[in-house]
């Protein structure tokens, strides 16, 4: 019933992008080569703004504020993970925009402007702002997520490029790719954990510069003349259910990316197909599509061998944990086969290695990524083709180059993978895996922005333990399964966290009686969500259990708080000058053991984003 009600509320968007047939489409050139001639048409405008380009260093407390925002939007998204060029143009007149090769290009006159309506508000209302920079981030983030609503539909910028196409004909064209814009901005600033309203006061301030000759020429890039902001309100409001239904299937598709549970994998995939369906040239969409179809594959095989690294950001990954055991066969088992006898045929669920070797094609057709690149390559390994074979070295090495300078690891795991899965060159293989665990902070050119910290840093132990076990190296394997059991599995006894009476394992009888009903409920067949607005806090709750609490999370704003008062908002040194050094990085996250608990902080800037507690294994 839920979801036959979330298609037919799927349908009005359907309907709206059937006006968009003129847009780039999959026939006779690729999106990349569409997108490749559009960066022509685009690139005297950016080699323009880059003369007067600016370094973020002299932006004072904007350059956090826009870091913080821009991460949250498009990588905690997992909008796009891959290289993105960060302009900002000293220049009063406003711009915000992503490009077709992602591209970003933001000028000083909009900080400017958000600094002035700041101190208006202050004046009008001096104690209902806190703090600054969080006010900073929440108005910047309206204009940062239209732009990432843009780069994601992945229309106007590459079809509005021609200039035959920008006519008096194609004005309804446009005033429709307007509204699913603006539709699908709400759903990234919800997602993004912002407040979807802020967009409604984004454009309520629209139509009042629209109507001040001192700011209207500034901003006129952000005007059409056949859609106006007011008109733009109208049509949200009308179509506000439909956002957030797509907003939650989202919700659900990332959670299952993160988790990596079997189950929420299938589920994730259906739910992928339905957007996709309605969203047909969403490249947002076809990304979750690919990670979801490889994970669905790699889910039905037994002999997993070498871990795969995905460029969504591994938060709750069981996969470590459940193949931990293999480390504990018998060593001669896991020695490398160095026949190297070709590949039969392909392991597991044809359909679903086929589905997913699509699904990477479609979503490489539209944009470079190197993250992407060597999941795929990690896939092609797979077929029993030759030639698909000797491509997945190839295009993971490729992917591998790229990503330097991103702070992404993802290529590096691949490409060490597969130069020992190949048997190119085991030495090579191995001191990429070391140079990893060694140091799991890679570098970043601080002329893009940054990727995250993706990868579960347990995923490279586990690769490197197998491999040294594979070269008949058992000692040494011996040592790091060692160092990989105790990031997975506690040496302490159990004492939970609690968190206004409540705590891990407790009922939802429990937290109705403690923290009341919830503000809102999302669930799918094995486990649902509860909201608390009140206290900015998500439970997550096992329906497989018991209906008993298996996570506690709280974000930004939330006054619930952990042992010596720690909350978010405080800094990294705070937190740890009780908690200690974090155990090990994955997805975005530090994750710190107490108590048998495991505590998942995501820093921006130093400063506590959000906070996660499960329980360890023992």
């Not at 026939?27 to 690139?43: G, H, Q, V």
Request: charge should be neutral.
């Amino acid at each position: 019933m839920m979801k036959r009600k979330f298609i037919r509320k799927l349908c009005c968007f359907t309907l709206i992008l059937t006006l968009f047939q003129g847009f780039a489409q999959e026939n006779d050139k690729s999106i990349k080569e569409i997108r490749t001639e559009a960066m022509d048409f685009y690139r005297n405008e950016i080699s323009a703004a880059s003369i007067n380009e600016i370094s973020g260093e002299n932006l004072g407390v904007w350059q956090e504020v826009l870091n913080a925002s821009l991460f949250m939007l498009i990588r905690n998204n997992e909008l796009y993970r891959g290289r993105m060029r960060l302009i900002i143009e000293e220049s009063q007149i406003i711009k915000c925009g992503i490009y077709p090769d992602g591209t970003i290009l933001i000028s000083t006159g909009l900080f400017d402007y958000i600094e002035a309506r700041i101190a208006e508000n202050l004046t009008a209302s001096p104690r209902r702002i806190k703090n600054l920079n969080i006010e900073r981030e929440k108005m910047l983030s309206a204009f940062l997520a239209h732009a990432a609503a843009s780069f994601a539909l992945d229309n106007k910028l590459v079809y509005f490029s021609d200039p035959r196409r920008s006519g008096e004909k194609n004005s309804e064209l446009l005033k429709s790719y307007n509204l699913t814009a603006d539709s699908f901005t709400l759903i990234l600033l919800k997602l993004a954990g912002y407040d979807s309203n802020l967009f409604y006061s984004h454009l309520e301030d629209l139509k009042r510069i629209q109507a001040d000759p001192n700011y209207a020429k500034k901003f006129e890039s952000f005007f059409t003349d056949n859609f106006s902001p007011q008109q733009r309100i109208s049509n949200l409001l009308k179509n506000k259910d439909e956002a957030e239904a797509v907003a939650d299937e989202i919700f659900y598709v990332l959670d299952a990316v993160r988790s990596d549970d079997e189950n929420a994998i299938e589920d994730a995939k259906q739910r992928v197909s339905a957007l996709r369906t309605a969203f047909p040239n969403n490249m947002y969409f076809k990304r979750l599509a690919a990670i979801t179809a490889h994970k669905k594959w790699a889910s039905g095989i037994s002999n997993k061998g070498l871990l795969t690294a995905y460029p969504a950001a591994a938060q709750d990954s069981k996969t470590a944990k459940q193949n931990y055991e293999i480390l504990n066969f018998d060593p001669k088992s896991l020695l490398i086969d160095q026949k190297n006898e070709e590949t039969e045929s392909i392991p597991g669920n044809i359909n679903d290695y086929d589905e997913a070797v699509r699904a990477y094609k479609s979503y490489l057709n539209s944009i470079q990524e190197s993250g992407m690149e060597s999941s795929y390559a990690m896939l092609l390994f797979y077929s029993p083709n030759i030639n698909d074979r000797a491509q997945a070295l190839s295009l993971a090495e490729k992917a591998y180059l790229s990503e330097s300078g991103t702070g992404s690891l993802i290529a590096n795991t691949n490409y060490a993978s597969l130069l020992y899965l190949s048997q190119k060159d085991y030495t090579k293989a191995k001191l990429l895996l070391e140079s990893m665990i060694k140091n799991t902070t890679a570098s970043t050119d601080s002329l893009f922005l940054i990727t995250g910290s993706i990868i579960d840093k347990r995923i490279i132990i586990f690769n490197y333990a197998r491999m040294l076990f594979g070269l008949g190296e058992s000692e040494k394997a011996l040592k790091v399964r060692e160092q990989l059991r105790n990031l997975i599995f506690s040496m302490e006894k159990y004492s939970p966290i609690i968190l206004k009476k409540i705590k891990l394992e407790d009922t939802t009888d429990d937290l109705i009686e403690y923290w009341g009903k919830p503000s809102g409920i999302k669930y799918n067949y094995f486990s649902e969500k509860w909201y608390y607005d009140f206290l900015n806090a998500e439970v997550s709750i096992s329906t497989a259990t018991n209906n008993n609490i298996e996570k506690l999370s709280i974000f930004a704003d939330s006054n619930l708080s952990l042992p010596n008062d720690l909350r978010v908002g405080e800094t990294k040194k705070s937190f740890e000058s009780f908690f200690g050094k974090p155990i090990y990085t994955a997805g975005d996250c530090e994750n710190y053991f107490y108590k048998s608990n495991k505590i998942q902080v995501l820093y921006l800037n130093g400063f506590i984003r959000q906070i996660s507690i499960t329980k360890l294994e023992l």
